[in-house]
């Protein structure tokens, strides 16, 4: 990931939706429109942001995922799964064995 790529997941973050021009007219971006727009393309296909179409691109759930520090873009996994059986889960404990008899379990 290129620093401009940070900027832009950022500029779409608040913005909701951008351009490679309005995001080099009105950000922090500071790079050639054709570079901008390069790195959306690039950052699309890694499914960080999407194409809407004439240029327009939006964040993905997966962008902000990155941006909140809760996806490693080096082996493309999250880093915490809210799901359960994530990297920090805490273990479980042998000292809950009545939960499993909810479904009439004997």
């Known amino acids: 990931m290129a ?8 500029y779409l973050e608040e913005h909701d939706s951008g351009s490679p021009e309005e995001m080099r007219q009105s950000g922090p ?3 050639s429109r054709q570079y901008i727009g390069r790195r959306c393309k690039k950052l699309a296909e890694k499914g960080l942001l999407k194409h809407l ?6 964040i993905t ?3 902000e995922a990155y941006l909140d520090g ?3 873009t080096q082996e493309w996994r999250y880093i915490d799964d809210d799901a359960g ?6 273990p479980a404990t042998p ?7 909810v479904d009439g379990g004997a």
């Open 3 to 10: 620093l401009v790529d940070d900027r832009v997941l950022e």
């Open 85 to 90: 059986g994530g990297v920090d889960a805490e």
């Open 29 to 31: 971006i500071h790079y």
């Open 61 to 63: 759930d997966d962008g």
């Open 70 to 72: 809760r996806l490693d």
């Open 95 to 101: 000292d809950s064995p009545g939960e499993g008899e």
């Open 53 to 58: 179409g004439n240029g327009i691109y939006i």
